[in-house]
């Protein structure tokens, strides 16, 4: 049985739907464990504030933030995914339909002339990114719209490959969250990417941040730096909203590649304490699995 357009479509609409109207449930524990452990009282009431406004939009149906970002998907297609749809089109039509029935807000321009568009669709959005699974039977699709606050504070830079390689990726997190501050909306997940080139490492940044938050790297060594990296930004008092406190990063999360010798290519995507994404598969048997 293929893939086809109509269970595509329905699928990336109660992705779209759900990413926007709910928080993660990984996410949600991370809040609530924080605020189990957090000593200050403005932080605690903030983190209160933020767990309390996730449960009301689930129950209500309402959009978590009223920033309700630019709408990406992400596609992981299986080699032996019998994809019988033209997967741009129908995500982009999917955006189209939920965006005439509910208010989401269409904040889109060209980047230069600044003409905007009055639906959620349209010049190159929805963004999607599609990556090749080798032998998988299914597509895998995670929606994540991309908050303007977080997102306006992400960067990449290309260091030379001189020193400890390291000691200069920490510092660069460190700087670029501490450059966010309160604007950014944390506690952050804060999505790292290493190697490649500058294009692929921001993309390895943004894969980062749309891992699980319990979701270590499988190197030993790379989730050892996770795990450095959230204390070190844990450490820096910036708390729930900029207003101080112990929780800056609800998680780290860094993937890597191998890049040439003469770089050391890194990048940070943050993503705000809402952490908005909905992940499903759809198998060749018809088969949707809602992760």
């Not at 997102?151 to 000691?167: H, I, K, L, T, Y």
């Amino acid at each position: 049985m293929p893939i086809t357009r109509e269970i595509l479509f329905e699928v990336a609409v109660k992705l779209f739907e759900k990413a926007t109207r709910s928080v993660p449930s990984d996410t949600l524990a991370a809040l609530e464990e924080s605020l189990r452990s957090e000593t200050n009282e403005l932080a605690r009431y903030v983190l209160a504030m933020m767990i309390k406004n996730a449960r009301m939009a689930a129950e209500s149906n309402m959009v978590v933030c009223q920033d309700t970002g630019l709408p990406a998907f992400f596609l992981r297609i299986g080699t032996d995914a019998e994809l019988k749809a033209d997967p741009r089109k129908v995500l982009a039509e999917a955006v189209e339909k939920v965006s005439l029935e509910f208010p989401y807000r269409a904040a889109f321009v060209h980047p230069i002339f600044r003409d905007s568009t009055p639906l959620i669709v349209g010049g190159g959005i929805p963004l999607v990114i599609c990556d090749p699974i080798a032998g998988a039977d299914f597509v895998e699709i995670t929606m994540s719209p991309q908050a303007s606050g977080p997102e306006f504070w992400s960067r990449v830079e290309m260091f030379p490959p001189s020193g400890d390689p390291w000691e200069t990726v920490k510092g660069f997190v460190l700087e670029t969250v501490k450059r966010a501050g309160g604007a950014a909306c944390p506690p952050v997940v804060v999505g790292v990417g290493l190697g490649g080139d500058m294009g692929e490492v921001a993309k390895l940044a943004k894969l980062a941040s749309i891992r699980p938050i319990n979701e270590r790297n499988p190197d030993p060594r790379i989730a050892s730096m996770e795990g450095e990296l959230r204390a070190l930004l844990n450490g820096t008092g910036i708390g729930p909203m900029g207003l101080g406190g112990d929780t800056t990063a609800l998680a780290v999360n860094i993937e890597v590649e191998y890049c040439m010798k003469a770089w050391l290519p890194a990048a940070v995507c943050l993503r705000c304490w809402t952490n908005r994404r909905a992940r499903a598969r759809v198998h060749n048997d018809g088969r949707v699995e809602f992760l």
